[in-house]
């Protein structure tokens, strides 16, 4: 009964020392300091003020104005989802008003492919499958050099990236 008091007791000290509000304060107060400092270290001001301008709009659309780390740590994981998703439905637009047209080009010209039996002239398929790869390809073309366009921008920035990220990896696997 009493062995099993004591070891009840020790474990109570034990813990209310592991426990301490004043060490956890003083490892927190100590972990804000060392964050600080690599934080001054990495020149992360600098590194802000040089980022493109859609992303900054980005990142104070999502309520972080400075890369301060007490900033980014109070910031809500939904604004990042509601960002994505508002993106997501501007960018979609795109390409179903597209894929709706081709549809009706596609019903248009299986309209007038039912009609052609009761039409005399040879000529009329020749013309109907030109017509449709015609319109078709003036209606893809668009996108598809936008397409192309946002991909060199996004391997330029890529590319950017890389020339300022490879430098500074090197220096701190070294």
Do not use: W
Not at 23 to 49: G, W
Not at 106 to 120: D, E, R, Y
Not at 121 to 136: K, P
Request: with cysteine; charged share 15%; glycine share 4%.
């Amino acid at each position: 009964m009493i062995s099993r008091l004591l070891k009840k007791l020790i474990l109570v000290l034990l813990l209310l020392t592991v426990i301490n509000p004043k060490i956890i304060a003083m490892e927190q107060e100590n972990f804000s300091t060392i964050l600080d400092e690599k934080y001054n270290e990495a020149n992360i001001d600098e590194l802000n003020n040089n980022l493109p301008e859609n992303v900054k709009k980005d990142l104070n659309e999502l309520g972080i104005n400075s890369p301060r780390p007490d900033e980014i740590q109070n910031f809500d994981i939904t604004k990042i989802f509601k960002l994505v998703f508002s993106k997501a439905t501007k960018l979609i637009k795109t390409p179903l008003v597209v894929f709706i047209s081709c549809i009706a080009i596609m019903l248009i010209c299986s309209l007038f492919n039912s009609i052609k039996p009761g039409i005399t002239g040879s000529n009329l398929n020749g013309v109907l499958g030109t017509l449709m790869a015609v319109c078709t390809c003036g209606i893809i073309i668009t996108p598809i050099i936008n397409c192309v366009n946002d991909i060199s921008h996004t391997i330029k920035n890529f590319s950017n990236f890389m020339l300022c990220f490879i430098p500074v990896f090197t220096g701190i696997i070294a």
